[in-house]
C-alpha cells in the first residue's frame, strides 16, 4: 500500500461546480497534515494545513479523519484559476522534516 | 516567488558526469530540505538540515547523492556518475523550525536531464 494515496483524476468540471479530493493514508503516527497545489511546471506551495477539526479557508475545505486515515478537500464554486495539481501531504510518522505527498490530482476548470 | 532560489535551473548532462546544484533558502529559515520529482509523481524527500546539521536522509538517497549546508546558509546537491534515472525536479524548499511539520517554502527547482 502506498504511504499517501490520491483519486488519480483528472477531474474535469465547469466553472462554479463544487468538487472533492480524497486522500488516506497509511501511517497512522503521521501528526502533519497538509494540502499543497502545484501548477504546471511550478513548484508545489502550501495551500491549507489540515486540522482534525476541519478548517475551512473561503472556498476551500479540508477534513481530517484520524480514525479512518483519510484527508478530504473540498472546492466550492470552482474558478478557472483553480486549475493545478493538487497534493495531499502528511509528515513521516516520527519525522520532523520528511513530507511524503501523494502523486496529485489533476483538476481543470472549463470555462 | 517565495524567496526560495535555485541554480541552475536546467542542466543537461551525460551519463557518468557529475552534476552539483545549489539552493539558497530564505534567509531566516534554519531548515532547508531536498527533495526530488518525477513526472506525474509528488516530490519524493531526499534530506533535510536543520541549521549545517543533516538530520535526516531517506533511502532513496544512494551513495552517489550528497548534500552539504557548511555554513547553514546554502546548501549543495551533488550527483556523482549521474544515471538516467537520475533525470527528474530537484526541488528545495526551506522552513523555520516551529512545530512538528512546519509550511515549507520550494524554490522553481533544478530540472536534470541526463543523457
Known amino acids: 500500500r502506498k504511504e499517501v494515496e490520491q483519486d488519480p483524476g483528472p477531474f474535469n468540471v465547469p466553472e462554479g461546480a463544487t468538487v472533492a479530493f480524497n486522500c488516506t493514508y497509511s501511517n497512522s503516527a503521521s501528526q502533519s497534515f497538509f494540502w499543497y497545489r502545484q501548477d504546471c511546471r511550478k513548484e508545489p506551495k502550501l495551500l491549507m494545513s489540515?486540522?482534525?477539526s476541519g478548517n475551512e479557508d473561503g472556498r476551500f475545505t479540508a477534513q481530517l479523519n484520524r480514525a479512518s486515515q483519510y484527508i478530504s478537500l473540498l472546492i466550492r464554486d470552482s474558478k478557472l484559476s483553480d486549475s493545478a495539481t493538487y497534493l495531499c501531504?502528511?509528515?513521516?510518522?516520527?519525522?520532523?522534516?520528511?513530507?511524503?505527498f501523494g502523486k496529485g490530482t489533476k483538476l481543470s476548470v472549463k470555462p | 516567488d517565495t524567496g526560495v532560489s535555485q541554480d541552475p535551473r536546467h542542466k543537461i548532462t551525460k551519463r557518468g558526469q557529475n552534476v552539483t546544484f545549489r539552493c539558497d533558502p530564505i534567509s531566516e529559515h534554519n531548515r532547508l530540505y531536498w527533495y526530488r520529482q518525477t513526472l506525474g509523481q509528488g516530490p519524493e524527500f531526499l534530506t533535510y538540515?536543520?541549521?549545517?546539521?543533516?538530520?535526516?536522509k531517506s533511502r532513496l538517497l544512494s551513495d552517489r547523492f550528497s548534500a552539504e549546508r557548511p555554513k547553514g546558509s546554502f546548501s549543495t546537491l551533488e550527483i556523482q556518475r549521474t544515471e538516467q534515472g537520475d533525470s527528474a525536479m530537484y526541488l528545495c524548499?526551506?522552513?523555520?523550525?516551529?512545530?512538528?511539520?512546519?509550511?515549507?517554502?520550494f524554490g522553481p527547482g533544478t530540472r536534470l536531464t541526463v543523457l
Open positions: 538540515f536543520q541549521n549545517e546539521a543533516q538530520l535526516e
Open positions: 524548499a526551506s522552513s523555520l523550525a516551529l512545530g512538528l511539520a512546519p509550511e515549507q517554502f
Open positions: 489540515v486540522y482534525s
Open positions: 501531504v502528511v509528515n513521516a510518522g516520527g519525522s520532523q522534516g520528511n513530507l511524503i
